[in-house]
């Protein structure tokens, strides 16, 4: 097992790709903290799970949270080396002209709240157990991390950051703790969560066609669920293969950048908004 007696905690590892990673993590001998808003989606994996994993409900935009995270699994498991950030959400790719002004405002602070700021928290609460046991920190970036139409302006801004974000801390920690991040495209089954702000909270990322607009998209022409990207996550733990390794990012998406992303109707929300000129 590739993890063998290793301890990883997992940010937004209650459901979707989080739990798929938290699985896998168990599959390959580590032992594992879920870090996570819901505490019944915790219960849940933990009860599939056994005395694998523990469970702490928290919200990863407060610092508090994020050291009770961090002091549960040393004390569940006496150390920690790998920190995944993983917990986001998305903006269903809504655009800047149909995001009404008072708004805006509290959709960014939500979404990089969220999706860098938890980020920058749970490595800072983690970083001095990973510097006793030169350990790493994986982040979840995105396709929309490189490209264009993955997201809206306001994700697509967050997880940009989250790429400088990795290798300004893989060079600031170095050589005690490194630093990389997995670029995923959309993940089938996802249950990703949209903005409170945008009152997206009862739209499902199940819904979208996603199988359809994958085999559009990508030169692989298929979506991929949440278990087919956690391996890459083990990669990178993996003190025996990765050693060397530390400020990259992975495009792990299927090939988008092989094709790109294309939309007939670039500017239509514009003419729609300001009228044809």
Request: charged residues 20%; proline residues 3%.
């Amino acid at each position: 097992m590739q993890l063998k007696d290793q301890v990883a905690l997992v940010t937004g590892g209650g459901s979707g790709l989080g739990q798929a990673i938290v699985e896998r993590f168990v599959e390959e001998g580590a032992r594992v903290a879920i870090f996570d808003r819901s505490q019944e989606r915790i219960d849940e994996v933990v009860k599939a799970l056994g005395d694998k994993v523990v469970g702490i409900a928290g919200d990863v935009r407060e610092v508090a949270d994020n050291n009770r995270a961090v002091a549960e699994c040393l004390k569940a498991f006496g150390k920690l080396d790998t920190f995944i950030g993983n917990a986001g959400i998305w903006d269903y790719s809504k655009t800047m002209v149909s995001t009404e002004d008072g708004d805006l405002s509290s959709a960014f602070d939500e979404m990089f709240g969220i999706n860098v700021k938890g980020y920058v928290l749970g490595a800072k609460a983690a970083l001095p157990a990973l510097y006793k046991t030169k350990g790493h920190m994986i982040f979840t970036a995105s396709n929309a991390s490189f490209y264009p139409g993955g997201g809206g302006v306001l994700y697509t801004a967050t997880k940009h950051a989250v790429v400088g974000m990795i290798k300004q801390m893989a060079h600031e920690f170095a050589p005690y703790v490194r630093v990389n991040g997995i670029a995923p495209g959309g993940v089938g089954g996802s249950n990703l969560a949209g903005t409170s702000a945008l009152s997206q909270q009862g739209i499902k990322f199940s819904d979208i066609p996603l199988d359809d607009l994958m085999k559009q998209m990508l030169p692989l022409e298929r979506a991929f669920n949440a278990r087919e990207y956690a391996g890459a996550y083990v990669f990178f733990a993996n003190r025996r293969d990765n050693t060397p390794g530390t400020g990259g990012v992975l495009n792990f998406d299927g090939g988008i950048g092989m094709r790109g992303f294309a939309s007939p109707n670039m500017g239509a929300d514009l003419v729609e908004k300001f009228g044809a000129i």
